[in-house]
């Protein structure tokens, strides 16, 4: 009976003091996860990439779970590429400062007082990329990071002058001539399983060299499996290929004036109705985003003729796919074809 008692008085004392020491455990263990997952103060995002189109404006989020008493927060570009950071707005919660490219495009939203997310306003093509918001409160600084990824289309682009003629540096210039940008290895990639089959190699802005491959052939690779070849990293100086651009949504309007014409008349044309002649970019944009469908050949500012086709067919170049096709750079006198006009309305 005694021995029961005391049996029970200890199994009491073990219960409550055993009960606080486990809760004690607990409750460093989860202050322990908190600091060491570094989401104490910064909600993670459930999407970590960010889709958005050329001339949008597009919020990046960054939610706090709770608000520290003093803080800031900045964010900044991230590029593999430049060890440098890339500051983009910090703000102190009261007041904010504007950092380089994006100067006069971005804004911390404040929806509400956990908010620190980022306005993009007007995307550009160079805005794709890597973007981190760092929460600085002195004591441990948290981060997360987005990626913006815009939607777009990649072109191969070959000079006048023939098949593989561009260093890096002028295939770079010349993706900007033509209202685009090298295309990143990711956006050659998403444009692979789009069906991007393309036998001639080109840089990309990581300075690389590839070309994207869907039908297997021997010219082209050989009885390597479909996939995106490679050349590996290149001389950006001395080596030359051809280029792959990337474009997003258009701004303005592209459309066709039918010929015949030269390429001197066709330049004309366009003046006459207060446009330009198009780029090859904006063909490509004009052709993926508001499914422009010609069966004409037209003179394009480079001086190449293109038609866009959306809806394939047996008369209008045959081919089983959508795109745009060319007719290389014809002889600017020939008079035959019409001209693809673009303007900013
Ligand atoms: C983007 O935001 C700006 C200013 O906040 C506004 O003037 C503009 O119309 C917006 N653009 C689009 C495409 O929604």
């Avoid at 455990?25 to 600091?35: F, G, H, I, S």
């Avoid at 100067?103 to 805005?127: C, F, K, P, Q, Y």
């Avoid at 750079?329 to 693809?340: A, D, I, T």
Wanted: with cysteine; hydrophobic share 35%; net charge positive.
């Amino acid at each position: 009976m005694f021995s029961s008692r005391m049996e029970g008085f200890f199994i009491l004392l073990l219960l409550l003091f055993g009960s606080a020491y486990f809760q004690d455990l607990y409750r460093n263990a989860n202050r322990n996860q908190d600091y060491s997952t570094g989401t104490h103060y910064l909600l993670h995002p459930i999407h970590s990439v960010v889709q958005s189109t050329r001339g949008a404006n597009v919020t990046l989020p960054c939610i706090m779970r709770r608000r520290p008493r003093s803080y800031r927060v900045k964010w900044s570009k991230v590029n593999p590429e430049d060890p440098l950071e890339n500051l983009i707005i910090i703000s102190n919660g009261q007041y904010h400062r504007n950092y380089d490219k994006l100067r006069g495009r971005v804004r911390m939203r404040r929806s509400h007082r956990l908010d620190a997310s980022l306005i993009i306003t007007n995307v550009a093509l160079e805005d794709e990329g890597r973007y981190k918001c760092e929460l600085v409160n002195g004591l441990e600084d948290q981060s997360l990071t987005l990626s913006l990824q815009l939607e777009g289309v990649v072109f191969p682009y070959q000079a006048k002058e023939g098949r593989y003629h561009f260093n890096y540096i002028e295939a770079y210039h010349v993706c900007e001539e033509q209202d685009g940008r090298l295309a990143t290895y990711s956006q050659l990639y998403q444009a692979w399983t789009d069906g991007l089959d393309w036998c001639n190699a080109g840089w990309l802005l990581e300075g690389s060299v590839h070309y994207p491959i869907i039908v297997t052939r021997e010219p082209c690779g050989g009885n390597l499996p479909p996939g995106i070849r490679s050349y590996g990293p290149k001389d950006k100086l001395k080596d030359r290929y051809d280029a792959f651009c990337f474009t997003s949504a258009l701004k303005g309007n592209v459309f066709l004036v039918h010929g015949p014409m030269n390429f001197r008349e066709a330049s004309a044309a366009c003046r006459a109705r207060k446009a330009e002649m198009a780029k090859v970019g904006h063909l490509y944009a004009a052709w993926r985003f508001l499914g422009l469908d010609h069966c004409d050949g037209g003179w394009l500012s480079d001086g190449s003729v293109r038609f866009p086709i959306t809806d394939p067919r047996e008369r209008c170049g045959g081919l089983p796919d959508p795109g745009v096709r060319s007719f290389g750079f014809p002889n600017e006198e020939e008079r035959l074809y019409g001209v693809y006009c673009y303007a900013t309305t």
